[in-house]
């Protein structure tokens, strides 16, 4: 039995992600008796890792608790991870198509201002450089 920083270290995560963990209903330990610390199995453990390894391919902890619900009740999660991955995917697409859009507009903005003089708030303008951008 490990406790929250047993975890956390044989995880790689923080103490506090545990914590998170716990309070989101992903993880349910145990109590010791003895002195109330929450205390956590090898099942644990594995849970974590395998949050850890999700979060890394972009699944939310929602949609982490969904595959954990698929997987306790004795169902494949397979198809829901397929179809939360192609959701994450096309999020991920329309966020770059919006993430380029403003480095365009960020890359525009410099190139006008490198030709623009300092300017001091008049109480009309704050900032000319920003204000000139329309």
Not at 81 to 108: C, H, K, P, T, Y
Request: proline share 5%.
């Amino acid at each position: 039995m490990l406790t929250v920083s047993g975890l956390s270290k044989a995880a790689q995560v923080t103490p506090d992600a545990i914590r998170h963990y716990v309070r989101v209903g992903l993880l349910f330990p145990s109590r010791d008796p003895e002195n109330g610390y929450r205390m956590f199995s090898d099942s644990d453990l594995n849970r974590v890792r395998f949050i850890r390894h999700a979060r890394g391919l972009g699944f939310t902890l929602h949609d982490i608790r969904i595959i954990f619900d698929h997987s306790n009740k004795g169902l494949s999660p397979c198809p829901e991870v397929r179809i939360i991955i192609q959701q994450r995917i096309e999020e991920n697409g329309a966020r770059l198509v919006e993430l380029n859009a403003l480095r365009a507009r960020m890359d525009d903005a410099l190139e006008k201002w490198k030709s623009m003089p300092d300017g001091e708030p008049d109480g009309d303008e704050i900032c000319h450089l920003i204000e000139s951008v329309a």
